[in-house]
């Protein structure tokens, strides 16, 4: 069974750092791209960007490049979203997904983690 | 950058009777990479259709996408009680983003 596994949920102050991790498993990781979906409190979905595990090409969406680093480790089947120093603003549920080659639709999901930024 | 707007913003409508949304594109956009999701209060997201018009893996029937150039469209046949959540279309291509979403609320 095809199944991406999320970290649990965080609750940190404004300037800490914070990576949120996104486990693979029932397929080969290397060859689907793994992207990143933010949901803010009561909003849409906003796509974030996207890996590619073989040779970590990442693509990110305007709205985020240089605020998130996206990352993964193959040895271990795991996709990273990560923060240098959060803010307020980044509290939110982050949706990690699958992503094939041949349509980048987003065809398996994981459980989300929930983040929480407050002082 | 391309904007997709998404009408209406609410759907009312009664278990049985057919549900017609809409996803506008900014500009024109590459068909293959068209999609929709549903998602359920407290759930992540769900893959219904990829590539304009295919549904997903286990995705019954009654979900149909269509559309081309910068205009797309899903049509559940016949709402059943558990199709009733909000949609999301998403392009990848120029600028990947998502649509502002549908609300399928019960009449």
């Known amino acids: 069974e095809v199944e991406l596994v999320q970290s649990g949920p965080e609750i940190k102050r404004p300037g800490e750092s914070l990576r949120i991790s996104c486990q693979a498993s029932?397929?080969?990781?290397?060859?689907?791209?793994i992207g990143w979906v933010r949901q803010m409190p009561g909003k849409g979905l906003e796509w974030m960007g996207i890996i590619f595990p073989r040779d970590s090409d990442t693509r990110y969406s305007p709205s985020f490049q240089g605020q998130v680093t996206l990352s993964v480790d193959k040895s271990t089947n795991t996709a990273y979203l990560q923060w240098t120093s959060l803010k307020a603003s980044d509290t939110a549920i982050y949706y990690c997904a699958r992503v094939p080659t041949t349509h980048y639709a987003m065809d398996v999901w994981g459980q989300g983690t929930t983040v929480n930024v407050s002082s | 950058e391309i904007v997709l707007t998404q009408s209406p913003g609410t759907l009312s409508l009664s278990p049985g009777e057919r549900a017609t949304l809409s996803c506008r594109a900014s500009?024109?956009?590459?068909?293959?990479?068209l999609s929709w999701y549903q998602q359920k209060p407290g759930q992540a997201p769900r893959l219904l259709i990829y590539?304009?018009?295919t549904r997903a893996t286990g995705i019954p029937d009654r979900f149909r996408g269509s559309g081309s150039g910068a205009h797309y469209t899903l049509t559940i046949s016949r709402l059943e009680p558990e199709d009733f959540a909000i949609y999301y279309c998403?392009?990848?291509?120029?600028?990947?983003?998502f649509g502002p979403g549908t609300k399928v609320e019960v009449k």
């Open positions: 029932g397929y080969l990781f290397v060859s689907y791209w």
């Open positions: 998403h392009q990848y291509g120029n600028s990947p983003g």
């Open positions: 590539g304009t018009s």
């Open positions: 500009q024109s956009l590459i068909a293959s990479y």
